[in-house]
């Protein structure tokens, strides 16, 4: 197992729609237990494929709930269902989210609070998960992932232009550009 980089935005793999994975080998089973070393020691709720460079459709999730239980797993291939988010204006305080990809930054968004995801395991099992509040929230965040869109694509265009000023400052919105857990100081 390694951490491997995590690609900052404006990387194209972060830009485009990830491709299905045919077949679990062996170099899916090391690049998944990649994302999970790499996941961890960001640390973060979440990690896609496309993050470290890879434009597989894969991402790994690990969340604590506030009663301490953990829930932790992969999805493999997977697919997305929601039911429509409240509309209005997201709660700063309650809604606003984070991303590796977007590091040491946060914003509100609105998203759905009640998500379905199906997908595989790592060994090929078929998984259904039907949650809400922040595990829905992680499942429709690393699910954009795989179609190209990060969460500040999302953002009101006030947020939208602040992140724009942000990336300009620090030389962000080009390709190659990455950080790595442990090394490069963007943990939170």
């Known amino acids: 197992m ?12 972060l830009h485009a729609v990830a491709s299905p994975v045919g077949e679990i080998t062996e170099e899916i089973r090391t690049l998944v237990a990649d994302m999970f070393e790499t996941m ?24 604590e709930d ?54 595989l395991d790592l060994d090929g099992n078929p998984v259904d998960i039907d949650v809400t509040g922040w595990r829905a929230r992680i499942m429709q965040h690393e ?3 795989l179609n190209g869109v990060l969460y500040v694509d999302r953002l009101h265009d006030s947020d939208w232009k602040t992140v ?5 400052k620090r030389g962000w919105g080009r390709p190659g550009l990455s950080w790595t857990p442990g090394i490069d100081g963007y943990e939170s």
Not at 2 to 13: K, L, Q, T, Y
Not at 41 to 63: K, M
């Open 2 to 13: 390694a951490i491997r980089p995590i690609c900052i935005m404006g990387d194209p793999v």
């Open 40 to 63: 961890d020691a960001a640390p973060g709720v979440g990690l896609a494929a496309p993050q470290v460079g890879v434009g597989l459709r894969i991402y790994t999730y690990n969340y």
């Open 143 to 145: 699910f954009d992932h």
């Open 66 to 119: 506030d009663e301490g239980q953990p829930w932790r797993g992969v999805l493999i291939n997977p697919e997305l269902f929601m039911t429509p988010a409240e509309p209005g204006d997201p709660d700063e305080d309650e809604e606003s989210e984070g991303c590796l990809s977007v590091p040491g930054e946060r914003f509100p968004l609105r998203r759905s609070d009640h998500v379905r995801v199906s997908g």
């Open 164 to 168: 724009q000023k942000i990336a300009k």
